[in-house]
Structures are given as C-alpha cells and as structure tokens.
C-alpha cells in the first residue's frame, strides 16, 4: 500500500506560480510512476502531467505543455509539480497519483493510489 499526501496549493493570480509537491510512502518509490490530474468543478478529473520511475521520462497535457514542469527526488519519495504563467482555465482541485508500474501513463484508470487532492485558485 501506498499513500499519497498533496501539499503547495493556495490562491495566485493569473501570471503567478505555485509549486505543488507529493509526499509518497514506501521504500520502492522509485519503482512507481507518478502522475498529477486535476479536476474543476463539474468537469471530469483530467491528466496533467506524468514522470516515469526514474525520472528520466514525462509526459505533459498539451494545455500545460511549456508552463508546468513534473520532477521527482527518489531519496525524499516526493515528485513536484512546477507550475507557472497561471491562468484561471488552471484553477482545479490537483490529485497526485502513483502508478505500480515506472512507465509513464495519463489515463486515470492507470494509476493504483490517489491523494485526497490540493486545491488551486487563480484570480483574474
């Protein structure tokens, strides 16, 4: 079992940055992919951005493609999540995911353990 704790959002206004972070549980951290989705209300959750096990792989939305950035350090089983130029389009409630498997993936269906999520609010 692995557990997954978000922490890093909060209120920024359109322009800004936030960085997100996840705390993981376990001692093969590395053996997992990580994924972060967020979810706006009354919209399905939506895959953002993925990094493989080792790090050496990600994935991206093309929404956030140049904006946001996912890394990971294996020794504090914690992966970030880098976001910048925030726009209110971005405003969600941001769920980290861990993965079984250490290939990258963004379908939700993928991923074995979920946080309970960190809310992000961008003002206009």
């Known amino acids: 079992q692995v557990q997954v704790v978000e922490s890093g959002g909060g209120l920024v206004q359109a322009g800004g940055s936030l960085r997100l972070s996840c705390a993981a549980s376990?001692?093969?951290?590395?053996?997992?992919?990580m994924g972060w989705f967020r979810q706006a209300p009354g919209k399905e959750r939506e895959f953002v951005a993925s990094?493989?096990?080792?790090?050496?792989?990600?994935m991206y939305a093309d929404s956030v493609k140049g904006r946001f950035t996912i890394s990971r350090d294996n020794t504090k089983n914690t992966v970030y999540l880098q976001m910048n130029s925030l726009n209110p389009e971005d405003a969600a409630v941001y769920y980290c995911?861990?993965?079984?498997?250490?290939?990258?993936?963004?379908?939700?269906?993928?991923?074995?353990?979920w946080g309970r999520g960190t809310q992000v609010t961008v003002s206009s």
């Open positions: 990094i493989s096990g080792s790090g050496s792989s990600t």
């Open positions: 376990g001692r093969t951290f590395s053996t997992y992919a």
């Open positions: 995911a861990a993965r079984r498997y250490a290939a990258v993936r963004r379908e939700t269906s993928e991923y074995d353990y």
